[in-house]
């Protein structure tokens, strides 16, 4: 089978290999010109993802996945084109279809009868259907449905996991029509290996949810859920540090209970998923008022960790603070959303001096993000943990000299050497 995908990020990069690595003969499309470089060296353009580098060394060795700028040319030779561009949200919740509209136009000039294109972007409910089937039409001369087959099947992976999550969960389609669900049943059936799952309601694999707009909720409705139950979480937090409650604990045994799973309270939630999906979700669906007051609760959490971090060790007006961890989390290469910019603003504004370490960015990288580097060694007075890299599970007194609080954002510190270390929930 010849399949495009279009996108080779996080997401879509790990996608063309797997699809390559089932024997599949794919062309990787990305407007960046030195991404698509580095993949036909064999090169993975981005750290943290594991299994990547020597997964992309055979196929690209084997000439099974090539990549190319020219989207077009790719698509006219594709019998399915996957489509893994970003989709962002602006700070009121409207949704910049920029990118996503750009990739579909240079999908339609390609497009040939016959074949599958699959959105696995996350999208509003009815976009698919409304929004691109339009333009696929409009600029191909086809018809969804009768001359090519459209569908929606979201992309359910973490990064730095992505090929254990492809096999790990269910794969969800759901087709224009009937015959665009079962070629999007038997597309990924053939480029896809699933485990066994008997804690399942049916055996692991492709389930087709009868349509794109069930498809398309099913992908919000589970990450507005996890940042609900995180609001909820968190909302625990306050109330434990109040009243002088271990909420972890609290949480532990709650989630002693199979029917209870509660998540643990964190200082934000970042990356592309958490903090951009419920708003899609609130944008078709603007009544939904508890999910809208979980975001506002997440939100505030940054503020509400420089609270905390101050009610123990004082004003941090004219303290140089240090904040552990740029990346959204632990292990993952990547800033979008970091709970990193609001907690650096607010100390910012509270008056402190305040640095950055992350054992995964150089100097200049976190220059670029606009942050002063901090390194181990160097004198401080209090520090916030907020991403939990494996590289701050124990420190010691030698790497944060100076510090006598640190705020543990995670709840991931196990040992801090003669450094007070204080939670978000107690």
């Known amino acids: 089978m010849q399949i495009a995908v279009v996108a080779l990020g996080k997401i879509g990069l790990p996608l063309a290999v797997q699809f390559a690595e089932k024997g599949h003969s794919v062309i990787g499309c990305d407007v960046n010109a030195h991404t698509v470089e580095l993949v036909n060296t064999g090169k993975e353009p981005f750290p943290g993802e594991t299994h990547l580098q020597e997964k992309l060394s055979v196929v690209v060795t084997d000439g099974t996945l090539v990549a190319t700028t020219d989207t077009a040319s790719a698509v006219a030779k594709a019998d399915a084109v996957v489509i893994v561009v970003p989709l962002f949200v602006d700070a009121e919740g409207v949704p910049d279809f920029g990118w996503m509209d750009a990739a579909t136009r240079d999908v339609a000039s390609g497009l040939r009868k016959g074949a599958l294109v699959s959105y696995e972007t996350t999208l509003p409910v009815g976009t698919t259907r409304n929004r691109f089937a339009k333009m696929l039409e409009e600029g191909s001369g086809l018809k969804a449905g009768v001359d090519f087959h459209l569908a929606f099947s979201p992309e359910r992976v973490f990064t730095g996991r992505v090929f254990e999550d492809l096999r790990r969960y269910p794969k969800l389609v759901g087709g224009l029509t009937e015959a665009c669900g079962k070629a999007a049943e038997d597309f990924y059936s053939a480029v896809l290996d699933f485990d066994e799952r008997p804690d399942l309601p049916r055996p692991n694999g492709v389930w087709n949810l009868g349509n794109p707009e069930a498809s398309e909720m099913a992908k919000l409705a589970e990450t507005t859920y996890r940042d609900v139950n995180i609001g909820l979480a968190n909302q625990f937090a306050l109330f434990a540090q109040q009243n002088d409650i271990d909420v972890y604990a609290v949480i532990d045994a709650c989630n002693s209970q199979p029917f209870s799973h509660i998540h643990r309270p964190g200082i934000a939630v970042g990356g592309h998923c958490i903090p951009i999906y419920p708003r899609m979700y609130l944008w078709n669906d603007p009544s939904a008022t508890v999910v809208r007051a979980a975001r506002e609760a997440n939100a505030q959490m940054p503020v509400h960790s420089v609270s905390r971090l101050e009610e123990v060790f004082g004003s941090v007006a004219g303290k140089k603070v240090v904040v552990l961890g740029a990346a959204y989390r632990g ?96």
Do not use: C, W
């Open 331 to 426: 292990g993952v290469k990547e800033t979008a959303f970091s709970g990193v910019f609001p907690t650096v603003d607010d100390l910012k504004r509270r008056g402190a001096s305040v640095v950055v370490h992350d054992p995964m960015y150089t100097d200049d990288e976190l220059r670029h993000e606009g942050f002063e580097p901090f390194h181990f060694g160097e004198s401080a007075d209090a520090a916030i943990l907020q991403a939990d890299h494996a590289e701050y599970v124990h420190l010691t007194k030698s790497d944060l000299p100076g510090v006598t609080v640190l705020l543990d954002g995670r709840n991931h510190v196990k040992s801090a050497q003669d450094i007070k270390i204080v939670s978000l929930g107690r």
